[in-house]
């Protein structure tokens, strides 16, 4: 074989080599971005399980809460651990707004249902073994649809009971408010428009894990 033609065959091989790069890149792109609608998070925040109702940007998670109860005739104060509580706030634009005079308006076809959504946590120092440093990540299910531009809002579990019961956080039980663990909640939000196109959005809250002092109960 001539060095010639060697070389257009290999030159033939790369070029095969390349497209399939791209085409493969291109599908993963495309596979994230084909709706015609995406996801705003207009406000992420969360309470307390032992203070549901008080929801703010940042989250001071109690890793033991002590609850009265009546036990014998006789209130007593008994330990117990609650998860914590995510609500989040989301509206749906269109890519391709329009024009001033003829703004597009969302259809049937473009309304986005959230079905999944993932919670991980991550330090500022850099230490962020999972079990060992922060919380386990996790996947949990709901169902919500968002259609228009008018926001919806939902909750959702953003620390799950049994992450108080395991490494690291078990660890700061009855150590006060001097010992705690400062995070980074990353919530990612999984879904699909009518016509089957994923969508994904994420959002972030400061979580801050210690033996906190109890609320009134």
């Known amino acids: 074989m001539s060095s010639g033609r060697t070389a257009q065959l290999r030159m033939a091989v790369v070029m095969a080599l390349c497209a399939a790069a791209l085409t493969s890149c291109a599908g993963g792109a495309l596979g994230q971005g084909r709706s015609p609608g995406y996801i705003v998070i207009d406000a992420l925040t969360a309470a307390s399980g032992a203070d549901p109702t008080k929801f703010g940007g940042t989250l001071d998670s109690a890793v033991l809460t002590m609850v009265k109860q009546q036990v014998n005739g006789q209130q007593v104060s008994v330990p117990t651990v609650f998860g914590d ?36 946590y991550a330090r500022s120092d850099g230490l962020n073994t999972p079990g060992v440093d922060v919380p386990y990540a996790f996947d949990g299910a709901i169902t919500a649809t968002i259609s228009g531009s008018q926001a919806v809002t939902f909750s959702f579990d953003i620390v799950r009971v049994q992450a108080k019961e395991e490494a690291p956080l078990a ?3 009855n150590g006060g408010g001097a010992h705690a663990i400062s995070t980074i909640a990353t919530v990612t939000f999984y879904g699909q428009d009518q016509t089957g196109h994923q969508v994904s959005v994420s959002g972030t809250i400061s979580v801050n894990f210690g033996d906190w002092a109890d609320p009134s109960r």
Request: glycine share 6%; hydrophobic share 40%.
């Open 85 to 120: 509580l995510g609500q989040v706030a989301m509206h749906l634009n269109l890519k391709d707004v329009g024009s001033a005079a003829s703004p597009t308006a969302p259809t049937a076809n473009n309304e986005i249902t959230i079905n999944q959504y993932h919670v991980s």
């Open 171 to 173: 660890a700061l039980r």
